[in-house]
């Protein structure tokens, strides 16, 4: 490549809080358009803003979370410009102090493609709390706008121009997704718009310090659009510097049904946000002891997690990344390893059977019948050979709808794994006199018969036999 892109991200995330930025209304996605409305969030002049103290907390933890600096002063300013999705004809947000500044994310592990991505650190310019506004819906030849969104808590979080790819742009937006949900900060899901993305990209010759004409993206409703429209754009400039062209600085949409970038306006039409501190609201000041009590409340991240999982419970690297795909879950597994003996066979079980049951019955882990410590406890029957492997999925489906634990179950329909050499030998003997045939082919070679024997022995104990045991047995019997 003769070009090198020089990608920066622009990512906003509504912040989960009960109500909104400056007003009292519900923060809640999905009501009746325009009926979580004030007259603060519909910019009624005479009103006055009330900062919400959790919604700035949570600003403040996602900058701990991100390695930033904290200010101890700043304040809020107003944005102006003119929108229909802005009632007050500016934007409350932070210009020149925002509560967070110079923080970092590491990325790396595997990439976007599946290949392997080089461990590297992404710069955090900033992150800033603002108010979002309205929501656009557009209906033919109509417009609506609903104001159930305008006021809600915006984090906005602007990174250093340091990526150079489509893979490192991905994994840093599945990076800062992770630590907003995991730090509860905002549930991050991008189908109801509570994260979104603009990404900023140039490119210069290889080996060029200045960067070239930066472009912005915008529109991209997943991670995936984003991936491909990077992908897309670097190729289009590319293109167009190969031709001797000047790129000119301009914002563009992405269109992910064509798969291609459009124009949406260029530089000479971009504003001048005329920002002013908002003479509405005081300045918002932290002490040191503040920022420390609130470092002290921070959630352990995924990434120490995963850390932990292969130190302390023996995982693989696969295993840990499944079982932190998401807080609730990892919180979940944590609590059953910590009550098993075997923290690697919970984890192989809650990969294999309890996810899949939980994607077929719809039900997120929260809801789950089986605790944590009921599947400790199957699997730590399993270990200790009172029931076998085969056993135990007959019983981990009944746990599951019912919630009633392993041994309960296990007593109650007579399950115990039957490991007394005796009666074993008595099952095998039976088998055996009832299959000449197989006994037959077994003796003269055919040594794939022996899992058909073994397959009759546990038929005939009804799965309870202990399948080692039954082995040996049957070789001793058979030679
Ligand atoms: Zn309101």
């Given at each position: 490549m003769k070009y090198e892109a020089v990608i920066g991200i622009e990512i906003h995330v509504q912040v989960r809080t009960e109500s909104k930025m400056f007003c009292s209304c519900a923060n809640r996605y999905g009501a009746e358009p325009n009926t979580l409305t004030c007259p603060v969030c519909l910019g009624y002049p005479g009103t006055l803003p009330v900062p919400n103290r959790e919604a700035i907390l949570k600003a403040v933890r996602?900058?701990?979370?991100?390695?930033?600096?904290?200010?101890?002063?700043?304040?809020?300013?107003?944005?102006s410009y003119f929108y229909p999705d802005l009632v007050k004809n500016y934007q409350i947000s932070q210009f020149d102090l925002p509560f967070c500044k110079g923080g970092k994310l590491r990325i790396g592990g595997t990439g976007f493609s599946g290949e392997p991505l080089p461990e590297k650190v992404i710069g955090i310019t900033r992150i800033h709390l603002?108010?979002?506004?309205?929501?656009?819906?557009?209906?033919?030849?109509?417009?609506?706008?609903?104001?159930?969104?305008?006021?809600?808590?915006?984090?906005e979080v602007v990174s250093e121009p340091?990526?150079?790819?489509?893979?490192?742009?991905?994994?840093?937006?599945?990076?800062?997704?992770?630590?907003?949900?995991?730090?509860?900060?905002?549930d991050c899901d991008m189908e109801k718009g509570q994260m979104r993305c603009d990404v900023n990209i140039s490119l210069r010759p290889a080996g060029q310090?200045?960067?070239?004409?930066?472009?912005?993206?915008?529109?991209?409703?997943?991670?995936?659009?984003?991936?491909?429209?990077?992908?897309?754009?670097?190729?289009?400039?590319?293109?167009?510097?190969?031709?001797?062209?000047?790129?000119?600085?301009?914002?563009?949409g992405w269109n992910d049904d064509s798969g291609e970038s459009y124009l949406m306006r260029t530089k000479e039409q971009a504003h001048d946000y005329r920002y002013f501190p908002d003479p509405d609201l005081m300045?918002?000041?932290?002490?040191?002891?503040?920022?420390?009590?609130?470092?002290?409340?921070?959630?352990?991240?995924?990434?120490?997690?995963?850390?932990?999982?292969?130190?302390?419970?023996?995982?693989?690297?696969?295993?840990?990344?499944?079982?932190?795909?998401?807080?609730?879950?990892?919180?979940?597994?944590?609590?059953?390893?910590?009550?098993?003996k075997s923290p690697k066979l919970v984890a192989n079980w809650i990969g294999s059977?309890?996810?899949?049951?939980?994607?077929?019955?719809?039900?997120?882990?929260?809801?789950?019948?089986?605790?944590?410590?009921n599947l400790a406890e199957l699997v730590d029957l399993i270990e200790q050979k009172t029931i076998n492997g085969k056993i135990a999925k007959e019983v981990f489906p009944e746990m599951f709808e019912t919630g009633r634990k392993a041994s309960e179950i296990v007593k109650e329909k007579g399950l115990?794994?039957?490991?007394?050499?005796?009666?074993?030998?008595?099952?095998?003997?039976?088998?055996?006199?009832?299959?000449?045939?197989?006994?037959?082919?077994?003796?003269?070679?055919?040594?794939?018969?022996?899992?058909?024997l073994v397959g009759q022995v546990m038929k005939l104990s009804k799965g309870k036999a202990n399948p080692q045991l039954v082995v040996a047995e049957l070789k001793k019997q058979l030679d």
């Open positions: 996602a900058g701990l979370l991100t390695g930033c600096e904290i200010a101890k002063f700043s304040k809020f300013d107003r944005k603002e108010e979002d506004p309205a929501k656009l819906n557009h209906m033919g030849s109509a417009s609506g706008a609903d104001y159930n969104r305008s006021g809600v808590p915006l984090l340091d990526m150079r790819s489509a893979d490192e742009a991905y994994a840093y937006l599945a990076g800062i997704k992770e630590i907003m949900q995991y730090g509860g900060i905002s310090k200045e960067f070239g004409t930066k472009i912005e993206l915008k529109n991209m409703n997943s991670f995936r659009a984003a991936h491909r429209a990077i992908e897309y754009e670097i190729w289009r400039q590319a293109e167009l510097l190969d031709r001797g062209e000047t790129l000119r600085q301009e914002t563009r300045p918002v000041t932290f002490t040191d002891a503040e920022i420390e009590a609130i470092r002290a409340e921070l959630p352990e991240l995924p990434a120490a997690m995963r850390e932990r999982f292969l130190r302390d419970y023996g995982l693989t690297e696969y295993d840990a990344g499944i079982m932190t795909q998401d807080r609730a879950l990892a919180a979940w597994f944590d609590r059953a390893a910590k009550a098993s059977e309890l996810l899949r049951m939980l994607g077929e019955a719809k039900c997120p882990i929260d809801e789950c019948r089986v605790t944590p410590e115990v794994q039957v490991s007394d050499s005796g009666a074993i030998a008595e099952v095998v003997a039976q088998a055996v006199a009832a299959n000449p045939a197989q006994v037959e082919q077994y003796r003269s070679g055919n040594a794939k018969v022996l899992q058909f």
